[in-house]
């Protein structure tokens, strides 16, 4: 049986809204107030509540506020009871998280009608939910057992191996082993690495002391070196050096020098990743209205909107079309970095032929562009 909360200051219309829930069988809580109301929402968590706007000691969008800003309450079908409404009070319910509103006075076939339409919008929104989660979990299941079983079977193989015939190998042969066993080491702390690094980033985002605290003991960081510097190297991973285009400026920016470093290897290494030899991967930067704009692109396989929209950690699309290494989290933590640092990304990209990300970060204007050589003493 569903409880819905009836908060409203009117006794003749709180006992027959109490009155009609019960005959249509629903388990109906009443409260006289906001404030008596808010404290029995987070006691019993109800499927629903019904709350009149004008009361006294809180009114329904205070108790709406509050309602949505409690874990345990957000998510509860909100419905307003009013005497009238107007555009400005429908909108300003609708911008905290109210669901519907009912008009006073009210027939009871209105009232279940809104209240049924409540349930079967949250039912879609769930369905939508566990689809949702059940295709991320067969993501998840089938990224991560690639990436952690793929380095795993090399370092098991290569040391069965070495264990069997070493009496029978020469130099050459364990080093070519060796060689193998410490790439697949290496693959998989990476992948430890970035799982780790996208959990605190995950944590981080939600906590807004944190967010507080980093935003302001940012030392900020210069642009040229680091673009440079981890651009070739990622080339040279892929053995594409003569692919690189770099067309860069300096300038310092509000993130810290370690986090921008990781944002320009994990696109940079996706620009080569998503691309074949021979095409260029391109690098540039622009200064616009106190905000530094960098773009990486690349003459490759590219994404759609639909694919776009869907980003996230430990997603791959196409993976069963195209056998590449990588668990999806790359392009998840770039968007938490940005976030962090209130910075934004921007993808445009045409299927089968190129790809353009634009990430955007705040310069530090409390430095002045005279003194960019002496800061990088």
């Known amino acids: 049986m569903k409880k819905i909360l009836v908060i409203e200051d009117e006794s003749a219309i709180r006992a027959n809204i109490e009155q009609i829930l019960h005959l249509a069988g629903f388990d109906p809580l009443v409260a006289v107030d906001g404030a008596e109301g808010l404290e029995l929402a987070k006691q019993t968590i109800p499927d629903l509540i019904l709350c009149d706007i004008m009361m ?31 555009k400005s009070d429908m909108r300003q319910g609708i911008e905290i998280g109210g669901d519907d509103y009912l008009t006073k006075p009210f027939t009871p076939e ?12 949250q039912e879609t929104i769930q369905h939508h939910y566990q689809e949702e ?3 991320i979990s067969k993501e ?31 130099d050459e042969e364990i080093e070519e082993i060796t ?38 003991s940012i030392i900020p960081c210069q642009t040229k070196n680091i673009l440079n510097f981890v651009s070739l190297e990622q080339a040279k991973k892929w053995e594409r ?21 990781k944002i320009v290897s994990e696109l940079v290494d996706n620009a080569f990743k998503f691309s074949p030899p021979g095409t260029p991967v391109k690098i540039t930067t622009k200064v616009k209205k106190q905000e530094f704009h960098l773009f990486i692109s690349n003459e490759g396989r590219g994404m759609s909107p639909e694919q776009i929209q869907k980003i996230g950690p430990y997603r791959q699309f196409e993976r069963q079309l195209y056998e590449q290494q990588g668990s999806g989290l790359g392009l998840a933590m770039v968007q938490k970095l940005l976030e962090i ?15 353009t990300v634009q ?15 002496t800061f990088s003493l």
């Open 359 to 373: 990430i955007i970060l705040p310069i530090n204007s409390s430095i002045c562009e005279d003194s960019l050589d």
């Open 56 to 86: 006294p000691k809180m009114d329904g969008y205070g108790v709406l506020k509050s309602i949505r800003k409690d874990e345990q309450t957000a998510l509860i079908p909100f419905i307003f009871l009013t005497a009238k409404v107007d």
């Open 241 to 261: 050096t003569t692919d690189l285009e770099l067309d860069v400026e300096e300038k310092i920016i509000q993130i810290s020098e370690e986090h921008f470093k």
């Open 341 to 355: 640092y209130q910075g934004k990304l921007f993808i445009n990209s045409i299927v089968g032929k190129q790809t």
């Open 179 to 216: 060689d193998g066993f410490i790439t697949s080491s290496l693959r998989l702390e990476k992948l430890t690495k970035n799982f780790l690094l996208y959990a605190n980033l995950e944590l981080t985002t939600k906590n807004p002391e944190k967010l507080k605290q980093i935003r302001e």
């Open 140 to 170: 998840i299941s089938s990224s991560l057992s690639h990436e952690l079983n793929t380095p795993l079977n090399g370092m098991i193989l290569s040391a069965e191996f070495l264990k069997q015939f070493y009496h029978n190998l020469n």
């Open 133 to 135: 989660i059940a295709q």
């Open 110 to 121: 209105e009232l279940l009608g809104a209240i049924n339409a409540c349930f079967k919008k």
